[in-house]
């Protein structure tokens, strides 16, 4: 808020005359009142002396706050706790812009700011907090940012904060000393009760010097979240919570070591006389004990680390020499090199001093330290600066591969072709391979690429060759179920013939022909498969009926015609089911007989006689007369008569009608 009267503007012109006339001051901070203070052209964190403690009376410190050309400034109010007074007038704090006029205050206990993001039109503003005699407030805490950066937070912001499962916002520099807790580590997660930038500096996603961007995801909590040491921060030991705090890193794999290499290292020799060697090799993080260990007495040893190629490295992890001795490294410098000769000191993200870091405070324990930025070397020297005892450790690094970045080819303008023009264009394929025009591949991943393609080619083809085969396969099967006339399944299959051809019909008009009838010897054996019938004709005018038992294969019988499949078979069954292995014949409806009359088979016109068995009578066989068959469109012409007798002059003859063809079936005697 804007707050006008003679308090402001006297404020401002104390401004204008003491600070800001004659040359642009560059960023800083002056005063007896001034506390916590990281000041970067990007962001940067300041607070009162003794925060969170009461702040001191008769105090006064002011900082210079910038940003970038071209952008202007947002600041967060993290906690403003001044006593109270009229008008602010014994302790306040004041934003002012001195070249715009444009002042924000003043604050204090009973005048606190609207909002917590107070976004300005300026590039440069100056804060202004002075204090008076006073009894308690802990007094203030701000930090800013660029307006790049429109989701700034303050350092004071923790996790329960935030509702959403997905948080991305921007932590500002110097929230690592901000009195605050947090509880977890790197690989658990956080509780999320913990300060979140200051639980982002111990995860080593941003760097407490320049502050960043930062991604994490709001996950279901866990029973218990156990402490860690890493980038200067102590984490605490946490019970259950309800959610925690997993912060997104994308280059941390753990990176495998070709060689190691020591300026020196100690050989052991125990009581017993034998020795034991804390060689380079022993610095592996993983390996038994004992772990590497410098010379006695030398004061600028070093251990080298060579991965075999170029890699990011985005961290490094340090243990000391655990069970056997207490030794351990308490700080170290890092250096790089391409080529193992000439050596660069890491600075880290200000790249204006050598940085040391922070190393183990026990021989037991692992401690985590991040590059950010992040080292692109093949070589890694590490440099004790201080140890308890000996210098001596293991260690592994974190990080990842190097992103190929491909440069963008040259235009090279299309050539007509009546100019044939060959222009040699270098390359670094090897022979053998033909670079495919348009299309970027890695060598050594071209093979494995022309692979795949060729084994999806292969499995096209196949799957079309298996759909063609069944779909000709299929198309195979429907004649040869046409043939069958509708047959119903478990009668006998018809071969290609006339029988189911319409052109086998009979003309209109026509008899049907009648077929021989063959009365064998009842004696002997039949198949069991069948009865065999005798087949009479009984008139020529009649059709042929649908036979319930199979006819012998000799006598040409052929199956009628089925032109509805409302006809047989389903409708009068074909054939009869087969016998019991004993032959055993039905017993066939019987017809009166002629007083004195015995019918003999062997009389009868145009068929042959059947012998009869000695001692048994001659009896006429019953006749069983099968339904007419009735073809669609066919009609029934009458036939000549015929007559059948059983004595052929004599007086019992009987002249049968339009009667259709009969079976006489014998009895077994």
Not at 26 to 42: E, I, K, M, S
Not at 396 to 417: E, F, I, N
Not at 662 to 668: G, L, T
């Amino acid at each position: 808020m804007r707050a006008g009267g003679g308090a402001r503007a006297l404020l401002v012109l104390l401004l204008r005359r003491c600070l800001l006339l004659g040359p642009r001051p560059a960023a800083g901070q002056h005063g007896d009142g001034c506390g916590h203070t990281v000041l970067t052209a990007q962001s940067g964190t300041l607070s009162s002396r003794n925060y969170p403690g009461t702040y001191p009376n008769h105090t006064v410190c002011h900082w210079q706050l910038r940003a970038p050309p071209g952008t202007s400034l947002i600041v967060a109010f993290g906690d403003v706790d001044l006593e109270s007074s009229e008008r602010c007038a014994h302790s306040s704090l004041l934003l002012a812009d001195p070249e715009s006029g444009a002042a924000y205050g003043p604050y204090c206990r009973n005048a606190v700011p609207a909002a917590p993001l107070l976004l300005t039109n300026s590039s440069a503003i100056t804060v202004l907090f002075n204090s008076t005699s006073h009894r308690s407030g802990r007094g203030l805490l701000l930090s800013y940012a660029s307006s790049q950066h429109p989701d700034l937070i303050s350092c004071l912001v923790r996790g329960t904060h935030f509702s959403q499962e997905h948080v991305s916002v921007y932590c500002p520099a110097g929230c690592k000393d901000i009195e605050g807790d947090i509880w977890g580590n790197t690989k658990e997660g956080y509780r999320d009760t913990s300060v979140l930038c200051k639980a982002a500096v111990h995860a080593g996603v941003v760097a407490d010097e320049v502050g960043g961007q930062v991604t994490l995801t709001r996950e279901k909590g866990i029973t218990l979240y156990e402490s860690a040491f890493a980038n200067g921060l102590h984490s605490k030991r946490g019970s259950l919570s309800e959610k925690r705090l997993l912060f997104h890193k994308a280059c941390g794999d753990a990176l495998e070591v070709a060689a190691f290499n020591a300026s020196s290292w100690w050989q052991e020799v125990d009581a017993l006389g034998q020795e034991r060697s804390w060689a380079a090799e022993r610095a592996a993080l993983g390996t038994p004990s004992p772990s590497w260990a410098a010379e006695p007495g030398t004061d600028t040893a070093w251990l080298e680390l060579d991965l075999g190629t170029r890699r990011n490295v985005t961290g490094i992890v340090t243990k000391g020499s655990a069970e056997i001795y207490d030794f351990y490294v308490t700080s170290y410098r890092v250096s790089s090199s391409r080529d193992g000769k000439n050596w660069r000191p890491y600075r880290g993200g200000s790249g204006q001093e050598d940085k040391v870091f922070e190393g183990n405070v026990d021989s037991l324990g692992e401690v985590s330290n991040a590059f950010i930025p992040p080292i692109t070397t093949r070589y890694l020297r590490i440099t004790p600066q201080s140890w308890h005892q000996r210098a001596a450790l293991k260690v592994a690094l974190l990080g990842c591969q190097m992103a190929r970045v491909r440069a963008a080819r040259p235009y090279v303008p299309s050539v007509p072709k009546e100019v044939p023009i060959h222009i040699p264009i270098p390359t670094s394929h090897p022979p053998g391979r033909t670079p495919i025009p348009g299309i970027a591949l890695d060598p050594e991943k071209a093979d494995s690429t022309l692979l795949v393609m060729l084994l999806i080619g292969v499995f096209v083809l196949l799957c079309s060759s298996l759909l063609l085969l069944a779909f000709l396969c299929r198309r195979r099967r429907k004649p040869a179920t046409k043939l069958n006339c509708g047959l119903p399944k478990g009668q006998p299959k018809l071969e290609a013939s006339q029988v189911c051809s319409l052109g086998s019909l009979p003309p209109p008009g026509s008899s049907l022909p009648s077929f021989p009838v063959v009365l064998g010897d009842l004696s002997q054996t039949h198949s069991p498969d069948y009865a065999e019938p005798d087949v009479v004709q009984v008139s020529p005018s009649s059709q042929l009926g649908s036979s319930t038992f199979k006819p012998p294969p000799d006598e040409g019988y052929t199956l009628p015609l089925v032109v509805s499949h409302y006809d047989v078979p389903g409708k009068h069954h074909e054939y009869a089911e087969p016998l019991p292995p004993e032959p055993e014949y039905a017993t066939p409806f019987g017809e009166p007989e002629h007083a004195g009359a015995r019918w003999n088979p062997s009389d009868t016109a145009g068929l042959p006689a059947a012998p009869h068995h000695a001692g048994s009578p001659g009896s006429p066989p019953a006749r069983y007369v099968s339904p007419p068959l009735q073809l669609p469109g066919v009609s029934a012409a009458p036939r000549a008569e015929r007559t059948a007798s059983p004595h052929r002059d004599g007086p019992h003859s009987q002249q049968l009608g339009d009667c259709p063809f009969s079976h006489v079936y014998h009895e077994a005697w």
